[in-house]
DNA sequence: TTGCCAAACTAACGGTGTTAGTATTATTGT
DNA sequence: ACAATAATACTAACACCGTTAGTTTGGCAA
């Protein structure tokens, strides 16, 4: 009724509080338009729908993702970048779980906006692959094997699934970093022979 | 009306068939009943709310997932039985992916039944990571490792995240293994020391 | 001041999981 | 064989969900 000046950012700021402090599994339409103090259906102005709401929600995710991890790997290079790199990315894993699943519940497949976030997602990767003297080709194929590392690690973690042996969870995770970094290291030193 | 003889496998059957066939995100308890000839109402009669038979499916799916491994690495040692468990989770997960889904999106948090199931999972690679000489706890993280390769790589994959590069994406699964076989290897030897 | 458009509203639709209460079927005990 | 009991089906309803249609209303521009 008493009309306020609402913007696509003010919604947005909601739904990510609503989701941080909430739960990804508590969001709804009706919730966050209850904290906007207006009805559900009005939010239809604003929004398309949930899902390009949550695709916007998406993005911003991966764009805090990106800068925590250029931040981190600012100044660092080859080894101390990648576990910087490694670090930055477990760390916005473990601060902001419920943000951190909705990158993972994005659909990459459908338009070309996605495929440019995913652009996002691999960025800071590149820039620390670029300091190894590696060929394109493996750069994109290692670029994977990092991304599956840091994801499945945490995807794992959240999921509880490393509650099964008693080891120091942040004990696993360096183990894996230092692996790739051991990957690295041989494989430039084949590509020199 | 006609009263069949549903037995909780009946159902469980129907609902696996069901996620396999439709996806996972069309599962619902009204579609499974109507699979099942009765009302969602109904399935009340034999379970005690879709939260448990979801539990259930979950099980039954790290089930096969277990089953496949232990086959894949039947009869071979280290590094023939990493690449041979790799190969046959990434299987798993390319042919039934709803149901690898289903995994994923379980909790593992509650109960103790879900802490056994953990078990199942860790299983088949605590057998093949016997093969190397390690420490205990080494074979804690190790595992972990392995884990977070495989399912974050799956997981990515599903989600379309590969696309982004024209790479082979069976090469990519294939350098991480190789990857991670060298850790194992590393670790031996300074083991051995 | 008068129009007009944007932004709010209410009401409703079809969907979800779930519960309560009721009828009917099958099994069990005498 | 028949009565009592337990299991399994039903209908109706509730509270939620995303979404649409149609309506009222507020604020800005001509």
Chains 1, 2 share one sequence.
Do not use: W
Not at 115 to 124: F, L, S
Not at 129 to 153: D, N, P, T, W
Request: charged share 25%; proline share 2%.
């Amino acid at each position: 009724m008493a009309r306020q000046g609402l913007t696509r950012a003010d919604i947005m700021e909601a739904a990510i509080e609503l989701i941080e402090s909430e739960g990804l599994h508590r969001f709804s339409l009706r919730e966050l338009a209850a904290r906007l103090h207006i009805k559900a259906a009005s939010l239809y102005n604003h929004i398309r729908n949930m899902d390009e709401l949550y695709t916007q929600i998406g993005f911003y995710a991966i764009a805090e993702l990106k800068k925590v991890q250029l931040a981190a790997i600012d100044g660092k290079r080859r080894g101390a970048a990648v576990e910087a790199l490694a670090d930055a990315y477990h760390r916005f894993g473990k601060e902001r779980p419920e943000i951190y699943k909705v990158i993972l519940s994005l659909p990459m497949v459908k338009n070309d906006a996605l495929q440019t976030a995913a652009g996002d997602i691999v960025e800071p990767i590149m820039v620390v692959l670029s300091g190894y003297g590696l060929a394109e080709e493996q750069k994109m194929h290692l670029q994977r094997v990092l991304r599956s590392i840091m994801h499945g690690f945490i995807s794992q973690e959240e999921a509880g699934c490393f509650r099964h042996f008693p080891a120091d969870v942040g004990d696993s995770y360096r183990m894996a970093v230092q692996g790739f970094i051991l990957l690295l290291e041989n494989l430039e030193k084949e590509a020199r022979i």
